[in-house]
């Protein structure tokens, strides 16, 4: 289950069928479009498997409508949270804006507590030189228990080494029934500013989720309910009741997981993607040899609303630019689309819900490109004559026809994606001539071809289902646990046999949450790789662990010569982090690949007039009736139950292994 801002996907797969739903999201309440997905599928029996990805807790971050936090700190520390690492994500801003912080002066409290790195030469790396009394403990609780705080987050510098500190902090304050976040329980790191501002986030989102989840429990009965992850694998719901920080970016990863199968069984490994919902497009780039290595720490960490989420994600860029982005002129003539969006009340005007302001949706609708006979099944009549006038009124203020008007509108859109998919691309060192672009979304077959044209890529897949594909990507995800313990320290001192006893117990807790999450113990896999620095650096390079034998230092020399283009042989090395990742693997399709053969009479369903670089008579293409190898040539509209694709002329198209529409200019 997949709750976008526009809709909500559901699909239902047994191991033999799938079947797919989508309804009108309600955001008010999340949980009654999940339900009338339900009913639509026939209901959650016991002993089934739930994957939800959701944006309750993304979007109330974004609208600033999360919990009242109150924050434990060092003494002297409480102002870290805004002081960050005073840099200006917009350098030129002539008057940047800082984000509110998420907890106010008055409910930062500081506790006279001190923990710092030990004199060179003793036993204890870290030294506890100062410890609050019983007394001033317990102050501090009648201080937070009279603040009206509904959550608390409890981050003390060097926890990371020292989690003890916090833990001692935990059991003075349980008594006052307030969730409580540790730092060191939920980024085991080093870098104050990334654990303390992760752990106040997942603080904030502890209370709305626990009551979302809750109701949702109740919803699937004795079914197991998991939860997407932002690293694209399932997270029990107990532990993200507990841990929301890891679940912020679920339903972009959903997509990512669902792109990546449908790859593989197109025959590409690499690939960039692009997710084009109602709202929003997101943007991923994917490469299956190194999705298997377990996640390190991105250089910078994921800024949500301004705040940083550093726990492990998958690496997405994500713009206001979808099918329901809002079109308008501003005062001296220019257009604009996005990044408002009609959402799903009212929705674009073809909806018929009364509004008046076109969207990217309704320039599809003008252009002939989307019709109402197979729309969602022919389940929601679109309003053209609504669509036109609206088109209409905005040709008026361009001073120019409505349909070159719609046009622009594609353009303008176009043009920020492509932006996009530069920055997931060549500001990551990657040639998007060398990938193919896989488009999804309810939106994302609209505009494949156009865009992998504008940027000479080798061609544009639109899988099977694209409108449903994140939640596709859920019922094929890995079940995921990952663990880390942060050391700072010489890699000289960590033997092989050293290394291997940490790995073992982080294994140890990765393989106990993972059966506690149903999954049976020979089913669990484990991938270990630490995260090395010169001395002196400020991040590190993952590498992957080795046998018995292994030397770490020499493949962190050929890792940092092969991305920095040099190596400090004689530099000391320092491990920064240890690193698990425990995982059970979903079920994997071997498909064969499709011999070609001509396009069935019975899968056309007649011509259309539509615009591409002008108007033309395009074909009119059942998707459900496309079988692999069939091939045909554009112009042509391909139209099934959860999107529309366009396949310009001078365009080739045939569906490969999988059922996935692969697009190539003939």
Not at 110 to 135: H, M, Y
């Amino acid at each position: 289950m997949d709750t976008g801002g526009t809709f909500t996907d559901l699909v239902l797969w047994d191991g033999t069928d799938r079947r797919v739903a989508k309804v009108p999201s309600t955001p008010e309440d999340p949980s009654r479009a999940i339900a009338a997905g339900l009913e639509l599928l026939g209901g959650v029996r016991s002993g089934d498997h739930v994957v939800h990805g959701t944006t309750v807790a993304l979007n109330a971050l974004l609208t600033g409508e999360t919990a009242r936090v109150a924050l434990v700190t060092n003494e002297g520390f409480r102002d870290l949270i805004e002081i960050g690492r005073q840099d200006r994500p917009e350098i030129y801003a002539l008057h940047p804006v800082k984000p509110e912080p998420l907890v106010p002066r008055s409910l930062r409290f500081e506790l006279p507590q001190r923990t710092w790195p030990a004199p060179a030469g003793e036993q204890e790396r870290f030294a506890t030189v100062r410890r609050p009394t019983r007394t001033e403990l317990e102050l501090l609780r009648e201080r937070i228990g009279l603040s009206g705080a509904e959550a608390i987050a409890v981050c003390l510098l060097h926890s990371w080494a020292r989690p003890e500190i916090e833990r001692e902090v935990e059991r003075a304050l349980e008594g006052l029934s307030i969730p409580i976040t540790l730092s060191a329980a939920v980024l085991p790191e080093h870098r104050e500013v990334e654990r303390f501002s992760t752990a106040i986030v997942n603080a904030a989102l502890v209370p709305l989720l626990r009551a979302y989840l809750g109701s949702l429990s109740r919803r699937v009965g004795r079914a197991r309910l998991s939860v997407l992850q932002a690293t694209g694998g399932t997270l029990a719901a107990d532990r993200a009741r507990d841990e929301p920080v890891r679940v912020i970016l679920s339903g972009p990863a959903g997509g990512v997981v669902g792109a990546a199968r449908a790859a593989r069984e197109a025959g590409f490994e690499a690939f960039c993607g692009l997710d084009m919902g109602g709202t929003s497009t997101d943007v991923s780039f994917h490469d299956a040899r190194e999705a298997e290595r377990p996640p390190t720490r991105a250089l910078e960490p994921v800024h949500v609303a301004g705040h940083a989420v550093a726990v492990p994600s998958l690496d997405i860029h994500t713009i206001g630019c979808g099918g329901g982005s809002l079109v308008t002129v501003d005062e001296g003539g220019v257009l604009h689309v996005g990044p408002e969006s009609a959402g799903a009340d009212p929705g674009p005007v073809c909806y018929g819900k009364g509004a008046v302001v076109p969207t990217v949706t309704d320039a599809h609708v003008l252009l002939g490109h989307i019709a109402g006979g197979r729309f969602l099944g022919g389940e929601l009549a679109l309003d053209v004559g609504a669509v036109r006038a609206a088109f209409e009124q905005v040709a008026s203020r361009l001073g120019t026809s409505p349909i070159d008007a719609a046009l622009g509108v594609l353009d303008v859109a176009r043009a920020a994606m492509r932006r996009a998919i530069g920055v997931m691309t060549m500001q990551r060192g990657q040639d998007p001539e060398r990938l193919p672009l896989i488009a999804f979304g309810g939106a994302g077959g609209l505009h494949a071809a156009a865009l992998a044209e504008s940027l000479r890529m080798r061609g544009a897949l639109v899988p099977n289902a694209p409108g449903a594909l994140s939640a596709i990507g859920m019922t094929c995800a890995d079940a995921l646990h990952d663990a880390a313990r942060a050391s700072v320290s010489p890699l000289a001192a960590w033997s092989w046999s050293h290394r291997d006893t940490v790995c073992r117990e982080l294994s140890r807790e990765g393989r106990a949450a993972l059966r506690e999450a149903g999954f049976a113990a020979r089913a669990i896999e484990h991938e270990h790789g630490m995260d090395l620095r010169y001395r002196g650096q400020s991040y590190e390079i993952h590498v992957p662990e080795g046998p018995r034998g292994f030397d770490p230092s020499a493949a962190f020399h050929r890792a940092h010569e092969a991305l920095y283009g040099y190596a400090l042989p004689d530099r000391e090395v320092e491990l920064v982090c240890l690193r698990s990742r425990s995982r059970v693997r979903a079920p994997i399709e071997r498909l064969r690949p499709a011999r070609a053969r001509r396009l069935p009479r019975a899968a056309i369903a007649g011509e259309r007039s539509a615009v591409f670089d002008r108007r033309r008579r395009a074909v009119v293409i059942d998707r459900e009736r496309l079988a692999p190898g069939h091939a045909f040539e554009g112009p042509a509209l391909v139209e099934e139950y959860s999107g529309t694709s366009l396949v310009p002329p001078g365009w080739k198209a045939r569906i490969t292994a999988g059922g996935h529409l692969w697009m190539q200019r003939g």
